[in-house]
């Protein structure tokens, strides 16, 4: 069974036993984390949500991105700005999709 939630302002498309990455979440590594803000679950569309549904998730680890650079750059100023940004993320790992 396939679904698609919403967490962190973003929708993801799932599959049982899918890993996905997420925005960062107050979890601990071995935890199970439940998301019941399901838009669509198999054949099943809500409005927004579909009542009773839910995707449980194990929380596999959380760490930081790679490191990107952001150049910042003003013509005819002599402004240069160099700076690094890490995203923080979750990566979960779906159990069971229920709806």
């Keep these: 069974m396939k679904a698609i939630f919403v967490t962190?302002?973003?929708q993801y498309y799932v599959a049982e036993g899918?890993?996905?990455y997420v925005e960062k979440l107050d979890a601990e590594a071995g935890k199970t984390?439940?998301?019941d803000q399901v838009l669509c679950v198999g054949e099943k569309t809500g409005t927004p949500y579909v009542k009773?549904?839910?995707v449980t998730c194990?929380?596999?680890k959380t760490g930081k991105q790679k490191k990107i650079r952001v150049f910042k750059y003003v013509q005819k100023n002599n402004f240069h700005?160099?700076?690094g940004h890490r995203q923080p993320y979750t990566k979960l790992k779906?159990?069971?999709i229920v709806g």
């Design 8 to 10: 962190g302002g973003k």
């Design 18 to 20: 899918d890993e996905i």
């Design 33 to 35: 984390v439940d998301f």
């Design 52 to 54: 009773g549904a839910k």
């Design 58 to 60: 194990e929380v596999v």
């Design 81 to 83: 700005k160099t700076q």
């Design 94 to 96: 779906v159990t069971k």
